[in-house]
């Protein structure tokens, strides 16, 4: 199982958290399609006592195959990559990761 990430920074400009919760990850979800095992958006939330959270979004897709979704960000990628302008100016921080 593998986990792709992608984290908006506490200073993302113009970011629209329901746009991405709503419209954005779900839509790269359903391009993944089978191969995403699971998806999930996170909004970070300061805890008291605590160091501010080091992040203002994030969203987590789990697939089972790296090559499926190379193919998919091959076919897809300009397209997910335009609809970035759609919830923020910033652009965020992507990350891959073996789960274990």
């Given at each position: 199982?593998?986990?792709?990430s992608v984290v908006y920074?506490?200073?993302?400009?113009?970011?629209?958290?329901?746009?991405?919760?709503?419209?954005?990850?779900?839509?790269?979800?359903?391009?993944?399609?089978?191969?995403?095992?699971?998806?999930e958006v996170?909004?970070?939330?300061?805890?008291?006592?605590?160091?501010?959270?080091?992040?203002?979004?994030?969203?987590?897709?789990?697939?089972?195959?790296?090559?499926?979704?190379?193919?998919?960000?091959?076919?897809?990628?300009?397209?997910?990559?335009?609809?970035?302008?759609?919830?923020?100016?910033?652009?965020?921080?992507?990350?891959?990761?073996?789960?274990?």
């Open positions: 199982m593998y986990c792709a920074p506490t200073d993302a400009e113009n970011f629209d958290f329901e746009y991405f919760r709503s419209r954005h990850a779900p839509t790269f979800a359903k391009l993944l399609g089978e191969n995403c095992v699971r998806f996170h909004r970070a939330l300061a805890t008291p006592g605590a160091p501010p959270p080091p992040f203002a979004a994030a969203a987590y897709f789990w697939v089972t195959s790296p090559e499926a979704f190379g193919a998919t960000l091959a076919e897809h990628g300009a397209e997910i990559y335009a609809d970035i302008a759609n919830f923020s100016s910033t652009q965020p921080t992507r990350g891959w990761a073996e789960v274990l």
